[in-house]
């Protein structure tokens, strides 16, 4: 448990209400930390980011991908809205959080606070 | 150097339906002993579904993360192959993933006309009917 407390980002423990809490990824960089987030056939537009004091809520839905006149035949894919809350640690900057969608997959981009980043100190 | 993986367990398999007579779908290979081996191999299989409408099958398979040039496409005879690599450098980690399913399609399709198309995560196979097969429709009467 004291693990999870360290770490710079927590997910909340699990998804209610039918919503679907996509598969990521966390890397942490000096002076960044870069969360992949798996969004199959969610497009741009229907993705919602929202920032509520440190909690950073992805809702994204992914069922529109396909016309209507295209009939079952089989399926392994469900219809799902995704549901993602991650709470930023303090030491992120919350002002300068990027998101970059590509091919399915989104890159948030989450910069370390000026005040924690390695930085030089000089010998006088 | 932190990498934090999360997998969320609904994606596997779920049982496999009575599917149309066109199709015969490959099974995951190694689906059944995933969760007592470890293969080694980080191959995914990813969710396939089957669509039809009036003039053309559609293979739709959910692939997030890959460039188009990563993925691949091909006929095998009667065999529609979907596979896919990428290499990527997290946390100064590199990694390969990988996946691959495959379909059998009837005789009743034009494979010299199969197109396919990636976008958002999702490739989409179109493999049109062919002309004998578009009219094979029948309509009930009162």
Known sequence: MNELANQPLKS?????????????????????????????????????????KRDLILVAEASNHRPESWKVLHRESVDRTYRLRLHLGNYLDC???KADMQNGVLALT?????????????IS | MKLVKYRNPMRK??????????????????????????????????????????????IQAEIPGYDRKEIEV????????????R??????????????RSV??????????????????????????TEAEKARRIDIKN
Do not use: C, M
């Not at chain 2, 006929?75 to 192959?81: A, F, T």
């Open chain 2, 104 to 129: 059998t399609l009837s005789e009743n399709v034009k494979a010299n006309a199969i197109g396919a198309r990636y976008k958002n995560g999702i490739l989409t196979v179109t493999v049109p009917k």
């Open chain 1, 12 to 52: 909340e423990k699990n998804n209610s209400q039918g919503y679907y809490r996509p598969h990521y990824q966390i890397e942490e960089r000096e002076d960044e930390t870069v969360v992949w987030v798996e969004l199959p056939g969610v497009a741009k537009d229907d993705l919602n980011l929202t920032l509520e």
């Open chain 1, 110 to 122: 989450l910069p370390k606070a000026e005040a924690v980043k390695p930085r030089k100190i000089k």
């Open chain 1, 95 to 97: 002002e300068a959080i």
């Open chain 2, 13 to 58: 398999f779920d049982l496999r339906s009575d599917f149309d007579r066109f199709f015969d779908l490959s099974p995951p290979s190694f689906s059944r002993f995933g969760s007592i081996f470890d293969w080694g191999t980080q191959s995914e299989q990813p969710a396939l579904d089957l669509y039809v409408d009036e003039s053309n099958y559609y």
């Open chain 2, 87 to 100: 290499k990527s450098t997290k946390a100064g980690v590199e990694s390969e993933a990988t996946f691959h």
């Open chain 2, 74 to 85: 091909q006929l095998e005879r009667d065999r529609l192959v979907l596979k896919g690599s």
